[in-house]
């Protein structure tokens, strides 16, 4: 396992709010204004489909890549001088439709992660195409893996093979399965010995779907560094490497993991 010691602190700004209901340029004047507020954040992580909330009209709505979200988080990456990330919907060179993760950096290049598990209670899977990959980003040396909503409820496919140190969820997770939200973060945390970043978003969409929030940020312990219940705002938190470092020295369970390929 590579020495994390010498790794700086990592500081992310997690914006939690309402989103305006399949109105990107409300979105984009809104979350200009929340930006303003992340201060010196290396990282601001916003709601999953932040332009338009969870939506299936895909067809409808859908981006072409390097669209004006691709545009528009390139200019704020840069003007506040962070990596912005969330997802929006996305219609690939391919022609299908994502719930694409967007990694924008402040030097203008932009990653991303294809939503892997679609939800299908709200018939996600009969508008968009899943992810093939998990992918790694790296910010400050901090190794990052991005998921989306859904995905938390698999551990396999969130199981830490590569050494990550934090795993980031962006999503709209609704009010009624709070209580799960809550318990399956922790565990997340606590069985990929790494720090959760996760952002929920609050209000209600256009479907009439009540939101509760509570993004947050657990150690790897699944102990809570900061939860935000429901309130409306931008809430920063610093990660120490070196706890991080310290603790997988002193209980390194991840050495007896089971190996296995995702196919």
Known sequence: ????????????????????????????????????QAGDADLVILPEMFTTGFSMESERLAEPENGPTYKWLKAHAKRINAVITGSVIIQAADGSHRNRLLWARPDGEILHYDKRHLFRMAGEHKHYTPGERQVQFEIKGWRVRPLICYDLRFPVWSRDAQDTDLLLYTANWPKARRAHWNRLLPARGIENLCFVAAVNRVGTDGKGFAYSGDSQVLDFQGERLLNAGEADGVFMVE?????????????????????????
């Not at 997690?14 to 979105?27: S, Y």
């Not at 997988?248 to 390929?261: G, L, T, V, Y």
């Open 239 to 263: 990660l120490w490497a070196q706890q991080l470092a310290e603790y997988r020295s002193r209980f390194p369970a991840n050495m007896d993991a089971d190996s296995f390929e995702l196919h």
């Open 1 to 36: 396992m590579r020495d994390l010691s010498a790794l700086p602190n990592l500081k992310i700004a997690l914006v939690q709010t309402t989103l305006a209901w399949h109105d990107r340029e409300a979105n984009y004047a809104h979350f200009e204004v929340l930006l303003d």
